[in-house]
């Protein structure tokens, strides 16, 4: 995985949809609506945090289990939010790309946890990641027996 991989995954999702797809783009907003996280405010700045999380991802990937590691991935990902639009979408394609890369199946968000979703997601970036990671693994354990019955 590489930033190349993630901005063509970003421009297949989003492509159509905004001019920007594929795009890194820096946030003259300077934050995510209704939220405390502030958004990086150059392209320089975005350039470094996602080239930083490449890094997080290659050192870890063969020492941290995959579902943690994915869910941390998601987390940071969306946390430096790197495209105008999209960018949880584009989380939760790549979340499920490093765990089928591991033999799990893809992550599916539950639409009806969407609440707790952006909630363990907001408290995660004011303290840590632990109750966001916790809540995916929760999450994709209770899809597991369900896929396991098909």
Request: glycine share 6%; with cysteine; hydrophobic share 40%.
């Amino acid at each position: 995985m590489n930033i190349d991989l993630i901005k063509t995954t970003h421009q297949i999702l989003m492509c159509g949809l905004i001019k920007e797809a594929g795009m890194f783009f820096a946030s003259s907003t300077k934050r995510i609506a209704g939220s405390k996280l502030k958004l990086p405010s150059t392209n320089k700045e975005i350039e470094y945090l996602m080239s930083s999380l490449m890094s997080f991802y290659h050192l870890n990937k063969n020492y941290i289990h995959h579902l943690i590691l994915g869910s941390t991935f998601h987390f940071l990902f969306v946390s430096i939010h790197p495209f105008k639009d999209g960018n949880g979408r584009a989380a939760r394609l790549i979340h499920s790309f490093i765990l089928l890369k591991s033999g799990y199946p893809i992550f599916a968000f539950n639409p009806e946890k969407k609440y707790e979703y952006f909630k363990y997601l907001e408290n995660g970036r004011e303290s840590d990641v632990t109750d966001f990671v916790s809540f995916i693994i929760d999450e994709h354990k209770n899809i597991l027996p369900e896929r396991s019955k098909r």
